[in-house]
Nanobody
């Protein structure tokens, strides 16, 4: 059974930075793509950033220039570096991994941007 374990959430002041990490375990296969989604209270879950096995990335317009996604294919990890955080970035952030046969989600990690 594939598991995604997230780490790195927390409370940060506006303009600050956080780094989220996610590690996939339980499969001999590598995910085709990994990414991060977020869900704020009362809103739908939305894509934040995604990276494919070839290194192609895409970002939500709201985070372009502030967030950077990267992955280590050998370690099956994905990292989201978040800079210049804004209060509107407050949400639960979920790691996502697209394996050949299934899609998996992490349990979510809270990011709160507040002074």
């Amino acid at each position: 059974q594939v598991q995604l374990v997230e780490s790195g959430g927390g409370l940060v002041q506006p303009g600050g930075s956080l780094r989220l990490s996610c590690a996939a375990s339980g499969s001999i296969l590598s995910p085709n793509a990994m990414g991060w989604y977020r869900q704020a209270p009362g809103k739908q879950r939305e894509l934040v950033a995604r990276i494919t096995s070839t290194g192609s990335t895409n970002y939500a317009d709201s985070v372009k220039g502030r967030f950077t996604i990267s992955r280590d294919k050998a370690k099956k990890t994905v990292t989201l570096q978040m800079n210049s955080l804004k209060p509107e970035d407050t949400a639960v952030y979920y790691c996502n991994a697209n394996f050949p046969l299934n899609i998996y989600w992490g349990q979510g990690t809270q990011v709160t941007v507040s002074s």
